[in-house]
């Protein structure tokens, strides 16, 4: 990978070699994912969100740069290339009473399985009691994942659905941005923030749920107070 001018090359392949070319001005956010396998041993890969048309055909979105490297390398290898952009960002946590809220979310997709179990396969269905610990487990890691950043014009949200995601988005690439609260986040004062970036057809972006509330407030007006100024 390197860039020439206003683009990024990309090159893949070791018996055959391919090259590909993004132009600069078509990177709508960056991605950082780590599935379950290599979370644990410390690596991750590494895409390019694009508006599509600059690589392989017109629908092309989601271009993968570093397919597979130690994660603490990925500043070092991309801020040279995608000077825009900080890969070190000071992430804010969801608040430790948002984890009682994965928790129950987690109980209630697992419970109607354990009660059907039990009742239906007894006595080897009380086996299925251990989903309450898997799913706790679970809960605790989307809780922990759950973060954002506000950094130099940059947005970064990181989040777990089953796969890690960090994504980095400059302010003026964020299409839309929301801010949403259920009944129950109303109560303890949290809330969900959703960042969209134009990708391929569609779109693409991030998602945390249940942040501090007034956090979430807080990247709203910067959002809405400074990038409308910028587009």
Partial sequence: MRKVDNDLVITRGLLEKRQFTIP????????????????PLGFASAYVESAG????DQDSSKVIILPIVKKSRIPEL??????????KPAMYPAPRRAFRRYLIKGWVIV??????????????????????????????????????SIDDGMLTFRF???VKNTVFMKKNKVQSFS???SFFQR??????????????????????IDLEKKDAEAIYHWYSHESLEEK
């Fill in 24 to 39: 600069m001005n078509r990177i709508q956010a960056v991605r950082i994912s780590e599935n379950l396998v290599r979370q």
């Fill in 53 to 56: 048309g600059s690589i392989l």
């Fill in 78 to 87: 991309l801020e040279p290339h995608l000077t825009e952009y900080g890969f």
């Fill in 111 to 148: 419970l109607p399985v354990i009660v059907a179990s039990i009742w239906l396969l007894r006595p080897w269905g009380y086996t299925a009691l251990i989903l309450l610990l898997v799913s706790a487990l679970w809960s605790y890691m989307n809780y922990k994942d759950a973060a954002w």
């Fill in 160 to 162: 777990r659905k089953i």
């Fill in 179 to 181: 801010v949403k609260e």
């Fill in 187 to 208: 109560k303890n004062k949290l809330a969900t923030v959703e960042a969209i970036v134009k990708s391929g057809q569609s779109g693409s972006g991030g998602r945390v």
